[in-house]
């Protein structure tokens, strides 16, 4: 089974910036769509953003829009989130995840997702 590990989480200040980074063991990763989701204290697990398989799409949600960039680079089965103008509310676990079946759409609901990271916590001081 495919294991993802996240890194680059980390304390920042409103304003600043950060960038994830998610690493698969197994290439198979990479035939599919892969998204990040995060979820904060007593808030459920929310999707991020998401790109398809081979890069040419990707979604993202409107809070995070202009701010947040997703890419993957599949010759090294990973891939990125970089995270610009961080605020106060995007405090949060971050999840790197890969679909179930997904490969040239980017679903937004958990259940889209079979494999999960274990996290990297971010957050944001003011």
């Known amino acids: 089974q495919v294991q993802l590990v996240e890194s680059g989480g980390g304390l920042v200040q409103a304003g600043g910036s950060l960038k994830l980074s998610c690493t698969a063991s197994?290439?198979?990763?990479?035939?599919?769509?892969m998204a990040w989701f995060r979820q904060a204290p007593g808030h459920k697990r929310e999707f991020v953003a998401g790109?398809?398989?081979?890069?040419?799409?990707?979604d993202y949600a409107d809070s995070v829009k202009g701010r947040f960039t997703i890419a993957r680079d599949n010759a090294k089965n990973t891939g990125t989130l970089q995270m610009n103008s961080l605020n106060t509310e995007d405090t949060a676990a971050y999840y790197c995840?890969?679909?179930?079946?997904?490969?040239?759409?980017?679903?937004?609901?958990?259940?889209?997702?079979?494999?999960w990271g274990q996290g990297t916590q971010v957050t944001v001081s003011s």
């Open positions: 197994e290439r198979s990763f990479s035939d599919r769509t």
């Open positions: 790109i398809t398989w081979n890069g040419s799409g990707a």
């Open positions: 995840a890969g679909a179930t079946y997904a490969r040239a759409s980017v679903p937004r609901i958990l259940i889209a997702y079979d494999t």
